[in-house]
């Protein structure tokens, strides 16, 4: 179709003879077709890469948002983005901070109420006495139970250490590893397991084969079991009988606290003098009597030599009461005062020439007091004999003795010392 204006007309000569394609409407139907081809050809022209300012979409029907800008989510945004495109699906929140991904997050004081499942392996922090519920069973290394008995460590089934009274369950135990107190509630506990078979304590001694006469049970080393057994007559030493036997030998006692009515010696261990001094230390507090000997004792010098008693808070040097009496053939007597310790010797016999001999005997009087009473020589060398008699209030437990001079000076060059107590 050739261009036509608005104003053309279609029945012109003209036209009806240039060949043109002839048309014949009505007027107003050539204007309204008119105007419509122009719209449509003006809209083509403007739908590639158009430039709009400040239009008012509306609501298109389809688009493509790749190159858009500047949407405010806050106010542009409809609906809930959901999780399959990157949202979360829901919209509230709890909390605050940062969003939590699942791979390694962290979380700050978080709350998590009742977890469904989780491992706490690296979990620290957790108040036990709030924040558990329930009894840890054994199994999992607990108790099993929510109390307890007594006090002190929890304990365990290997080689235990028990304070203080133990109550003995009703299972059937053994003796033979109880020791260092009092078990009350056994009895009848076989001689295999450590016992004596008994409910009494004649009987017991009786299995035990300490009632000397006839018809005792003993042990047989040979045949490894208890036999009957004819034994010498005699008295019991036992548990509930505490009596002295009868022409019997004890060898090497050991004897603990006060012994009451038991005479019993013990020696001490001979010492080779030299130096100053010589102490006898450790010395038992039930003892009630000491002998001091000597044996070719004699000094560098003229001091004479003394005997001291101590405590644990020393040796006393002082408080000593008594005489030393020298008695020599055809000589006066020579009578010495004593005050810083017993005497053995005055100054005329402690010759560094002559030896001595003899012992002193210290005996118990009460309250810790002691008398002091002795008998010297010094054989061959000379005639002369030396006695002495004396007392010491030591005002605590004696537990040591000293041998030395007055003067503490002079030193010993020859003999030995030794003692012996009871």
């Known amino acids: 179709m050739s261009n036509y204006t608005k104003s053309t007309n279609f029945a012109t000569k003209d036209n009806l003879t240039s060949g043109n394609p002839l048309k014949i409407v009505k007027g107003t139907e050539i204007d309204t077709e008119f105007n419509n081809i122009q719209t449509a050809v003006a809209t083509k022209a403007d739908l590639v890469s158009p430039s709009l300012t400040t239009p008012a979409l509306g609501t298109p029907a389809s688009g493509v948002m790749t190159n858009v800008t500047g949407l405010p989510l806050t106010t542009g945004v409809t609906g809930t983005l959901p999780v399959a495109n990157g949202g979360t699906g829901v919209t509230t929140s709890t909390g605050s901070g940062n969003n939590v991904l699942s791979t390694s997050p962290t979380l700050v004081t978080p709350v998590l109420g009742t977890p469904a499942s989780g491992t706490l392996t690296n979990a620290t922090g957790l108040p036990l006495t709030t924040g558990v519920t329930g009894t840890l069973p054994v199994a999992n290394g607990g108790t099993g139970v929510t109390s307890s008995t007594g006090s002190g460590n929890t304990v365990l089934s290997a080689s235990p250490t028990f304070s203080g009274t133990v109550v003995i369950p009703t299972a059937t135990i053994t003796t033979a590893n109880i020791s260092g107190g009092t078990i009350t509630g056994i009895t009848d506990i076989t001689v295999a397991d450590g016992g004596t078979g008994a409910s009494n304590a004649a009987d017991a001694r009786t299995n035990l084969g300490l009632v000397i006469g006839t018809n005792v049970q003993a042990w047989d080393a040979d045949l490894d079991t208890w036999a009957t057994k004819t034994a010498p007559s005699g008295t019991v030493v036992g548990t509930s009988d505490t009596q002295t036997l009868t022409n019997k030998t004890l060898t090497s006692p050991a004897i603990d606290g006060t012994p009451t009515g038991v005479g019993v010696l013990t020696s001490g261990t001979a010492v080779s003098v030299s130096g100053t001094s010589v102490d006898f230390t450790s010395i038992p507090s039930w003892v009630k009597r000491i002998t001091v000997m000597f044996n070719g004792v004699?000094?560098?010098?003229?001091?004479?030599?003394?005997?001291?008693?101590?405590?644990?808070?020393?040796v006393q040097t002082s408080g000593y009461i008594g005489t030393m009496n020298q008695n020599q053939q055809s000589q006066n007597n020579v009578v010495t005062t004593?005050?810083?310790?017993?005497?053995?010797?005055?100054?005329t016999g402690a010759l560094a020439s002559q030896t001595m001999y003899g012992a002193m005997t210290l005996t118990f009087f009460s309250s810790n007091d002691f008398m002091a009473s002795g008998l010297f020589g010094?054989?061959?060398?000379?005639?002369?004999?030396?006695?002495?008699?004396?007392?010491?209030?030591?005002?605590?437990t004696l537990d040591r003795v000293r041998i030395t001079t007055v003067n503490g000076t002079d030193t010993?060059?020859?003999?030995?010392?030794?003692?012996?107590f009871e």
């Open 298 to 314: 004699s000094t560098n010098s003229t001091s004479p030599i003394i005997v001291q008693l101590g405590t644990s808070s020393g």
């Open 338 to 347: 004593l005050s810083s310790g017993f005497t053995i010797v005055d100054a």
């Open 378 to 396: 010094s054989p061959p060398a000379t005639t002369r004999m030396f006695s002495l008699a004396g007392y010491k209030s030591l005002g605590a």
């Open 412 to 420: 010993f060059d020859a003999g030995s010392v030794n003692i012996i």
